[in-house]
């Protein structure tokens, strides 16, 4: 069971000592209540307290870095088997899979596709994360050789595939330093595949069809030394997978079974489905998922699925606050103003652009609130409007003076015209139906 | 912690269902559609038709899109769509009838009407205009969509509303509204997963089947922007990742509109009931 932050205040040494990183001891109970703080930071525990904030504090799934340097990533850490009952933390790894029987060209076309493709949505940049290599040829040489290549070409995130321990140490030769991520440790290899990871600071994956048989193998890993190990259920059906990512996701976050722990791994290879298994992955708790084929429609939905599954319900993306530009406006175009939550943002500039008018979006900071929550809390004010209004500019941009609020602002319209002076015009509640408030607007029924 | 029987939600006794949307205007569609399938979308009857025989779909839910209209009044031909529809296709019909208020009465008694005897599930009453709808399937044994905007408690009040109604609780089907992927759709997710939780948890206000449909999908854009080449297939993956997660979620009844997408589904579907190699 999990303690509370005054229990766990008992048992720390209440020296205030700041070695742990916090300002306080109290605070640092707090952090480890929450499972945001490792009990090895304080010196002072004593043994037998460590013990017991050891297996109730640390987060339920381990934490752990993937890679170094600038896209290096975090996964683990996780604590609910829903994102309303808290949030999902660190997103997913998506890492293509390459072959070392790959030709030259493929090598660099899938290293390069890695490093470079970017979208960015809500300001943010979605990319996918690494590179999986395959021993495909089962030679030591062959596989050292192609991680050689893909180490000079670029610098990302590596898994290394083989269950043969002498062709993955071809391979660390050369990327050792980078602390890539190991497939895998069996029941048949596991001694030497901990002796690689001690050796190289690698996290190693586990791969274990039967779940009943992984806390064992994890155990003498542990024993062995191992500190950062991945789970691989070595599923190949969409209904293996929730089923087997959810009972282990479940046994982890309430302290069931603490050998089950760890991130999971996600092979989308192994089953029939090239999208199917991806978006589940995404849903249902994977750490790693190695994507073999990959389609650009594909690769666009799954970094969109994967952005909004990992925002926060709490803190929803919120966009820029400003002007925004729809088509090609002039000086006679509509203004459109409303909140900076981006989901109101996103639906309004997508039904403004079919509307096929071009025309201006004025973003107000509403903290991220939606409009009726906004004027519900008193954060859409007229003071606010008034000011975003005026740092854009927008007096001298258009010519008309007319700001289009949403319906569901209705009930400030009357004191943002008395603050701004501009007209105020109450546009329709539901942004799908801007289309058809625009075509009034231009016949001139709106008045 | 409620220990929730997740795995149930994928039986080969109760799996979920794929309704085929499709209207009888395309003039009120997107244009995606037209493009791709221009044959089908003209013959709403030949649309449902195929929607059954070629692509698979388990149901068909016809919006009638012609009551957009400016003034429509022709409730007659309301019926004789219905009766076309139901000649071409013996699916469970899910009926879309007007989404303006001053017209839902006419629209929807003709609608029961239509379908009587077929137990139909009519769409879509809210909380602000519900009666109508609930009237028409009352008065002809129809179910109905009960649609409420992202949000639990708002999902519950409404139903708590159509039962004061008369409606059974066996006649109502919950739509929490989904947003296409990218827009808004991590919100309808959980809220599916929220509705679906408090039900098993002993809810009885929220112990019906949700059905979801994120209707701006297809307008996207993320679609309307793909290059020609890859927007077709742009387009089926944003449907099929909506609809899927949302079933994943709990939706018992997810709506699309291209039969690629029908075609993945179902083969998802099946690969999610099939029996677990061990049992857990």
Known sequence: MALKALDIYKLLPKKNCKECGDPTCLTFAMKLASGKADPDKCPYLDPQAKEVLGSSTKPPVKPMRIGVGERSFRIGEESCLYRHEKTFYHAPGFFLALKDSSGESQISTIANRVEKDLLVRA??????NGVAIISDSKNPETFGSVVKK???LVSLPEILISNDPKIVEAGLTYCGSYHPVIHAATRENYPEMCRLALKFGCRLII???????IPELVNECVKIGVPDLILDPCVDNLSDCLKKFTVIRKKAVTREDASLGYPLYLDTGRFKDRSGSLYLGILKYASLIVIHDLPEPVEKAALTLRQGIYTDPQRPIQMEPGLYKIGEPGKDSPVFMTVNFSLTFFTLQGYLESSGVSCYMLIVDTEGLSVLTAVAAGKLTDTLVNETLKKADLANIVSHHTLIIPGYAAPISGKLEDETGWKILVGPRDAAEVGTFLESLQSGETK | MVDLPIFLFFSEKNPPRIALEICDDIAFWPGLLKDNLPDITADVSEWAKKGEME??????????????????????????????????????LIIEGSDSPEIDSDVFLNCGEAGSGERLLLGTAEADRYRSVAAAAIAYNHAVIAQSPIDINLAKQLNILLRETGMPDNSIIIDSYTGALGYGFEYSYSTIERIRYAALKGDDDLAMPIISSAPDTLGVREVRESPPETKYETAIQWEFGTALSSLVAGASIVCVRLPETIKLLKTAIIDLSSPSVEDI
């Open chain 1, 207 to 213: 791969s274990e069809g039967d779940i009943t048989k």
């Open chain 2, 55 to 92: 692509w698979g779909a388990d149901l068909i839910r016809v919006y009638l899109t012609s009551t957009k209209k400016k003034h429509f009044s022709d409730f007659p031909g309301i019926k004789k769509v219905i009766d076309e529809i139901l000649s071409g296709t013996t699916l469970p």
């Open chain 1, 150 to 152: 893909v180490e000079e």
């Open chain 1, 123 to 128: 300001g943010q940049d979605l990319r996918l």
